[in-house]
T-cell receptor
Framework: AQSVTQLGSHVSVSEGALVLLRCNYSSSVPPYLFWYVQYPNQGLQLLLKYTSAATLVKGINGFEAEFKKSETSFHLTKPSAHMSDAAEYFCAVSPGGTSYGKLTFGQGTILTVHP | DAGVIQSPRHEVTEMGQEVTLRCKPISGHDYLFWYRQTMMRGLELLIYFNNNVPIDDSGMPEDRFSAKMPNASFSTLKIQPSEPRDSAVYFC?????????????FGQGTRLTVV
């Protein structure tokens, strides 16, 4: 069984500030981990994924995440926030090796970016 | 590639009516997933298909919900009879098994309102 916990349902940053969105997971098998972004009234778009290769994963729009097995974490970061980053972000986990979209999602974190 | 196409984008129906949501996956993808998004429960997997065959429908909430995939390019999610608590955004996603993990591509969603 898998589960995901996103710490903080709302995060607010200033434009140009560091973005840090937290995600912890629980998995009985080696996991695959994902971050998706959802803009208002849109579907989910993949930002990045971890599939047991490099632990530091780089994604689109300047985002990256680091897989830390000892901490069961997969936090999402971006060095400098942009207004266009305002959206809801979802961390998701799937059973490694067998999943092709069977995802368990966290509750989401709404990112607000202030000018 | 047009992406995953869902129709309708919005649906308003009266309680007790039958509702059919439609999905066209990305050509060549052999996995199709139906997710539901609500404020209370977040994003949850309802059912998924592999090569048009339902693999796991454990997320389907009740017998009022049914899903079919008559061919590789079309799937439906039906609710009969609909109830106000079925109001949610329903997402269809597809993915492909290609040398390991591939991410799920999501449609724009159907926002269902049952009054």
């Amino acid at each position: 069984a898998q589960s995901v916990t996103q710490l903080g349902s709302h995060v607010s940053v200033s434009e140009g500030a560091l973005v840090l969105l937290r995600c912890n997971y629980s998995s009985s098998v080696p996991p695959y981990l994902f971050w998706y972004v959802q803009y208002p009234n849109q579907g989910l778009q993949l930002l990045l994924k971890y599939t047991s290769a490099a632990t530091l994963v780089k994604g689109i729009n300047g985002f990256e995440a680091e897989f830390k097995k000892s901490e069961t974490s997969f936090h999402l970061t971006k060095p400098s926030a942009h207004m266009s980053d305002a959206a809801e972000y979802f961390c998701a986990v799937s059973p490694g090796g067998t999943s092709y979209g069977k995802l368990t999602f966290g509750q989401g974190t709404i990112l607000t970016v202030h000018p | 590639d047009a992406g995953v196409i869902q129709s309708p984008r919005h649906e308003v129906t009266e309680m007790g009516q039958e509702v059919t949501l439609r999905c066209k996956p990305i050509s060549g993808h052999d996995y199709l997933f139906w997710y539901r998004q609500t404020m209370m429960r977040g994003l949850e997997l309802l059912i998924y298909f592999n090569n048009n065959v339902p693999i796991d429908d454990s997320g389907m909430p009740e017998d009022r919900f049914s899903a079919k995939m008559p061919n590789a390019s079309f799937s439906t999610l039906k609710i009969q009879p609909s109830e106000p608590r079925d109001s949610a955004v329903y997402f269809c996603a597809s993915s492909r098994r290609q040398g390991g993990i591939t991410e799920a591509f999501f449609g724009q969603g159907t926002r269902l309102t049952v009054v």
